[in-house]
């Protein structure tokens, strides 16, 4: 029986394996069968559903310096923002209107979002849409402050690891940041009991298959109910400006792997993806995804939430994104939902 095989058998396995199997993604066969099967097991636990998220970047002032990050605090160029309660509560109304039933807050690391002025923010949020489910992507915080979080009503949490390798984590991030810390607040947020998201770039500087192979044994001692993938993309104002973009292929491929080895997971088709490949998020549905989050913020901030370069959907109202996006999942097999979308219990 080939890696692939063995991997569908039983996907907890080794780091050594892992390396193979990622090492398989050249041979059309191995891709076919992890994705044939990769679409079995989300039609087995959500049928034809997509879910919609409503993301509303809602800062993009950050106290950190991730060196591939467009809005990294060493950055004096990008021009930073910070949204009003009032401005938040009026995405979300939009966002409600249009259907939406689950916010993404995220943003920066922005120290203007005491825990005080959050757990207000989110009780606000929570007691005037009490259908709708609050995800936060807020980065690192105490375990009381997670759960003060958790207390005023949020639902999920959203925390790439970025990398589950000790040197790689070190040649993307400041000695001030570290790869220990970032894996005890995943543990936290499980244990608080937030539905809890990890993830990663694909493609990042210094990434290789044993860094890969990292990720995956961590996803599979982790068990987060929602894994965030998309390609790396650079930005012209980091020093990785001129490194290659992560390759959509090696996305897609990853994300039928990550659906075998978490089944029941929330699996979103990034903007990222979608930025470097016009079909981009098609194809990752058709790899395994089963969400989509398009964006909510204001329009007159849209750009400057600038993670990456060419960015798409930066120009776009709410309205017309939902409805582009509503055809072309439609177009590509999928149904557009939009329940809350919690992470089945199983
Ligand atoms: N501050 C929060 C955090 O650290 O989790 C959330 C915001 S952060 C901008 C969200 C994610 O954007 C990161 O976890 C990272 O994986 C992704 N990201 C940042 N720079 C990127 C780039 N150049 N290409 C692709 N994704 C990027
Ligand atoms: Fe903080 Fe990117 S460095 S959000």
Do not use: W
């Amino acid at each position: 029986m080939g890696i692939a095989e063995r991997f569908i058998k039983n996907p907890h396995m080794s780091r050594e394996e892992y390396a193979e199997l990622l090492g398989m993604e050249g041979d059309a066969s191995v891709r076919e069968l992890l994705q044939t099967e990769a679409l079995h097991l989300r039609e087995r636990y959500f049928g034809k559903k997509v879910y919609i998220r409503g993301l509303i970047e809602f800062t993009n002032y950050c106290k950190n310096d991730c060196y591939y990050c467009g809005i990294r605090c060493g950055n004096r160029n990008a021009k930073r923002y910070r949204l009003t309660a009032e401005e938040i509560l009026e995405c979300c109304e939009t966002g409600h209107r249009l259907g939406f039933r689950t916010f993404v807050l995220q943003g920066g690391e922005d120290p203007f979002f005491t825990q005080e002025r959050m757990t207000d923010l989110i009780g606000q949020i929570k007691k005037r849409y009490p259908d709708c489910a609050l995800t936060l992507s807020v980065g690192e915080k105490s375990f009381e402050e997670y759960q003060a979080y958790k207390d005023a009503g949020a639902d999920r949490f959203l925390l790439r690891h970025e990398t589950a390798d000790e040197s790689h984590y070190r040649l993307l991030h400041p000695e001030k940041m570290s790869l220990s810390h970032r894996m005890e607040c995943l543990c936290n947020l499980k244990k608080i009991g937030f539905q809890t998201g990890a993830g990663f770039m694909v493609g990042s500087p210094g990434q290789t298959l044993e860094t890969l192979a990292e990720d995956l044994l961590f996803l599979d001692r982790l068990k987060p109910e929602m894994v965030g993938i998309g390609p790396f993309i650079p930005h012209h104002d980091t020093r990785f400006a001129d490194q290659p973009a992560g390759s959509v292929s090696r996305t897609l491929y990853l994300l039928s792997v990550i659906r075998i080895l978490l089944p029941s997971v929330l699996l979103p088709a990034t903007t990222a993806l979608g930025t470097l490949d016009p079909f981009g998020r098609e194809k990752g549905l058709a790899a395994g995804a089963n969400v989509v989050m398009p964006n909510l913020s204001p329009l007159s901030h849209r750009k400057e939430y600038d993670l990456y370069d060419n960015k798409i959907c930066t120009g776009d109202e709410a309205a017309e994104c939902v409805k582009c996006l509503g055809r072309r999942i439609h177009k590509a097999g999928f149904e557009l939902v939009y329940e809350r979308g919690d992470a089945p219990e199983i």
